[in-house]
């Protein structure tokens, strides 16, 4: 799971995105974008 | 002797001890309602919980959903697929499909992937489908459910996949006001975080009730682990604060579910919680 610190910064301990440890929100974004179209387009 | 002062003394008195008595048994008898209508009832208003802007309502959708065919091709197919679903499937067929501990295989993907696309295209329209309509058997919300044990238990299947599956919502949000609040003389549900936003940017779900509260209520959040039985809930705020919402310069992405108060023939009641 991730986390924040006090000053804002992500910190995804668990690397809960498969986006390494300190993520940016527009990769994060583009991460849950990207992961939805993949799950719509499955072929069954 | 009395008096015709000590007279009307002693019968304004009466009727006070009667009319707290009255009230007091009244009191008693609207304590007693609101625990039977929170957990036996299932026709009337939304019981005890107080006010706080984050309990929704909508009408129930007591037959099959009705579909437009300005509908998306993908969400007519999905609503299709599902009242077949809903008209075949029982509780026990879910509860099979939750213990099987093989990989999730191509029906559960075929659940997930239409829950997404019907699930993007109205967060709503699950959630007010009757399970009572004579002709199915189990709702969607129990298929969503079953889809969300079955990927619990497939370690297969990553965290990432299970919050898209399991959330109504996945936004980026401008906080509008935050309060904290306090009332006593609630039933349940004392205390309650209040967050009111605007959604700058929504990548889950595309309709949204029109007054957007966010609510974490500790108590309610326990009254559904308990009602329910739904472990996906932290009682701890703190966790559930530092796990579910990433703060950039007055905005957050966040992760909400629709909380299901509860449904009647008519009405169903709904509120937003974090998907943890």
Not at chain 1, 13 to 28: C, Q, R
Not at chain 2, 31 to 44: E, G, H, I, K
Not at chain 2, 81 to 95: F, G
Request: hydrophobic letters at 45%.
């Amino acid at each position: 799971m991730y986390r924040i610190s006090s000053d804002g910064t992500i910190s995804d301990e668990t690397n809960y995105f498969g986006l390494g440890t300190s993520p940016a929100l527009t990769d994060v974004k583009n991460a849950i974008e990207s992961r939805m179209a993949e799950i719509k387009s499955w072929p069954y | 002797m009395c008096n015709a002062l000590d007279i009307i003394r002693f019968v304004m008195h009466v009727l006070s001890c009667t009319f707290c008595h009255a009230r007091f048994v009244m009191h008693v008898l609207s304590c007693t309602l609101c625990f039977a209508l929170l957990f036996v009832s299932s026709n009337a208003q939304i019981p005890c919980l107080p006010r706080y802007g984050s309990v929704y309502s909508s009408a129930t959708i007591p037959k099959e959903y009705p579909l437009d065919l300005s509908m998306p091709a993908e969400v007519i197919a999905g609503h299709k697929a599902l009242d077949n679903i809903l008209k075949t499937a029982t509780l026990d067929d879910l509860t099979a499909l939750e213990q099987v501990r093989t990989p999730v295989g191509n029906t559960v993907r075929a659940l997930m992937k239409y829950n997404l696309i019907l699930t993007d295209y109205d967060p709503f329209v699950l959630h007010r489908i009757a399970g009572m309509h004579r002709s199915y058997m189990i709702r969607p919300l129990d298929i969503k459910l079953a889809i969300l044990e079955r990927v619990r238990r497939d370690s297969s299947t990553s965290n990432f996949i299970r919050a898209l599956i399991g959330s109504e919502y996945i936004a980026i949000i401008k906080i509008d006001s935050i309060y904290k609040l306090t009332d006593t003389s609630a039933a349940m549900a004392r205390t309650a975080t209040i967050a009111h936003f605007t959604v700058v940017d929504s990548l889950l779900g595309k309709v949204y009730p029109s007054s957007l509260v966010f609510d974490a209520r500790q108590e309610s959040v326990e009254w559904a682990l308990h009602g329910d039985g739904d472990a996906l809930f932290s009682t701890d705020q703190t966790i559930r604060e530092a796990s579910l919402i990433m703060p950039l310069p007055g905005q957050y992405l966040i992760f909400l579910r629709f909380m299901m108060l509860r449904s009647t023939i008519t009405t169903t009641y709904f509120s937003l919680a974090p998907n943890v």
